[in-house]
């Protein structure tokens, strides 16, 4: 990839705090990004909070306050949670920034003027208790397609399908369950059906991992319908001369990137059209459950309003907790501050586990055993065990790096690492990247085994250091490649080596040591944990999931 490149991650719904789920999505996107600017690639990373839609609407009603109130306490929260997981975001916007209000509405305008949209006459659900029509999470009944039990805008219990406002089968109040009446009101619609020829062609060309572009295609065979594109709300980008109108969450949540792009742009002076109009590449990372909205809506919109459609489209496989599919409402779920941050556990440990536990496009369960035996063993055991006893042997008999030349073959297994990660790259298989590391963490273990220098410091002081050196550019070449998996520890072996330094090109992995660089006393990178610990955090889970389903 030459091209300049705009990277965005789905953006997280603020209803709520993090969870393990969003981690999915935002880890390996930011390791995406670090690797690309490694590679000296101009990247813009761009993310933001989602903040219309029904389920925040509920929920303000539910606590007694404003929307508005709910969307700015976890605006706050996801501003100040990404940097404590080491994800950097170029530019973290909002989708209720008047930026985007203009930037949906223009759009909209264009699609309309282009032929795209049009406004129908519909009867949907009305509450007469509530004295309201029922949009989305206002509503529960069956799923049309598989007869689960389903809310009014997706089958959550069943087929995980997108259902259109009416489709809900025996219908009540998601409020009160009072079963509503019909009524007649306004809404649009984007002419999908005129985009089946080019959502055809341009699935087959859409790179990115396969689960995005099958599952999108499945839908593109099985017909597609016109999409309504508003909903009978007060909260939200309102339709322009159409009171008690909004435009769906999912039309203006994709628009919220160019608009955090636009924020980004008036900031720093930068050109958004370049990656919106212009030649930029733009690649979306995204969870399993929003791809017909990023590989079926998204594009259509931004075809028919004249805008440049992503060029790849990265769907991880879906998150399960202890075994079982993540859901916040039968208690399978972490939340990353109180069950982990709070803990004084290590964000780079987690990053790990979320990139190394499976291929992206397979489901990942985070279960705290599983977790317990990858940092003891690979974190602990392999990595941290050759940083520090290599740091340790170092400062004890040279306090700095000694006099030595890289062997070739040492020379030859990083250059060989460097290969496999920009690989895994090209494949977002973060796991290959991972796997990577630990993989050069451990031949460092068996060179500096074999080597010997503790016996060769008094028979041969000369081969005793030429091992140490080895050992040492092995250390500086892993502090520069696990960088973008490690931020945080990475700026530590840095620290430990007696040159400070971050943000480090790929190049550096293979440039020389300085001899004579003082070398300080190392402390431990990573700590065990404890079965103790596990013990506790697995009880934690049991508890969560007994009462949600008491």
């Known amino acids: 990839m030459n091209r300049a490149a705009l990277v965005t991650c789905g953006l997280p719904y603020v209803n709520g705090p993090a969870h393990i789920a969003h981690l999915r999505t935002y880890v390996p996107a930011d390791i995406f990004v670090r690797l690309l600017r490694k590679l000296g690639q101009e990247v813009v990373f761009i993310c933001g909070s989602d903040t219309h839609g029904t389920p925040i609407t509920v929920k303000a009603e539910a606590e007694g306050v404003t929307p508005l109130e709910i969307i700015k306490e976890y605006h706050k929260h996801f501003l100040e949670f990404f940097p404590r997981m080491g994800i950097r975001f170029t530019n973290y916007g909002s989708t209720d920034h008047p930026l985007n209000h203009s930037r949906t509405i223009q759009i909209m305008d264009d699609l309309r003027e282009n032929g795209h949209v049009y406004a129908n006459d519909l009867k949907l659900p009305y509450c007469p208790n509530c004295d309201r029509f029922l949009p989305d999470r206002y509503q529960k009944g069956t799923c049309p397609h598989c007869g689960a039990s389903a ?33 007649e009101t306004r ?38 319908k016109d999409w309504n594109i508003t909903r009978n709300l007060d909260w939200g980008i309102k339709v322009p001369g159409e009171p008690g109108l909004v435009y769906y969450v999912w039309v203006d949540a994709p ?34 459950g929003i791809i017909y909205h990023h590989c079926l809506f998204w594009p259509s919109m931004l075809k028919g309003a004249g805008y440049n459609v992503p060029d790849a489209v990265i769907a991880s496989g879906t998150m399960k907790v202890e075994g079982h599919v ?24 987690l990053r790990y586990y979320i990139a190394s536990y499976t291929g992206h496009n397979r489901d990942l369960d985070f279960a705290w055993h599983a977790y317990g035996e990858k940092v003891n063993k690979e974190l602990v055991g392999t990595l941290g065990n050759f940083l520090y006893r290599t740091i340790l042997f170092a400062h004890r008999n040279y306090q700095s790096v000694p006099e030595g030349k890289v062997d ?34 451990a031949y460092g273990n068996r060179y500096l085994q074999s080597g010997e220098p503790w016996k060769l410091t008094k028979t041969d002081p000369e081969k005793a250091a030429e091992t140490i050196h080895n050992c040492l550019w092995l250390i500086k070449a892993l502090a520069v490649l696990m960088e973008a998996i ?17 943000d480090t090109l790929m190049s550096e992995a293979l440039m ?6 003082p070398i300080a006393k190392p402390t431990p990178i990573f700590e065990q944990v404890s079965k103790e610990t596990i013990a506790e955090l697995s009880e934690l889970v049991s508890k969560r999931i007994e009462e949600a389903s008491g």
């Open 151 to 183: 809310r009014g805008d997706e089958c959550d219990q069943g087929c995980g399908r997108y259902l259109e406002p009416g489709e809900l089968i025996d219908t009540r109040c998601g409020i009160c369950s009072t079963k509503p009446e019909k009524r």
């Open 187 to 224: 809404h649009y619609f984007l002419k999908l059906t005129t985009f089946e020829g080019f959502l055809t062609e341009y699935l087959q060309g859409l790179d990115g991992t396969e689960i995005a572009r099958n599952y999108a295609k499945k839908w593109v065979e099985g017909g597609l």
């Open 255 to 288: 628009i919220g990137y160019i608009a955090s792009t636009e924020e980004w742009a008036e900031r720093t002076g930068g050109n958004w059209k370049y990656y919106w109009k212009g030649e930029g590449s733009l690649i979306h990372f995204i969870g399993p």
């Open 326 to 349: 993540f859901s916040k409402s039968r208690g399978y779920v972490i939340w990353v501050e109180e069950d982990y941050l709070e803990k004084g556990l290590d964000p780079d440990a």
């Open 408 to 441: 070739p073959m040492v020379m030859a297994e990083v250059e060989n690492t460097i290969e496999k990660i920009r690989d895994g790259l090209d494949e977002y298989e973060f796991k290959k990247i991972a796997d990577s590391i630990i993989g050069l963490a």
């Open 486 to 502: 490690f931020p945080f520890k990475a700026k530590e072996v840095w620290r430990q080596l007696g040159t400070p330094k971050k």
């Open 512 to 517: 020389p040591l300085d001899a004579g660089t």
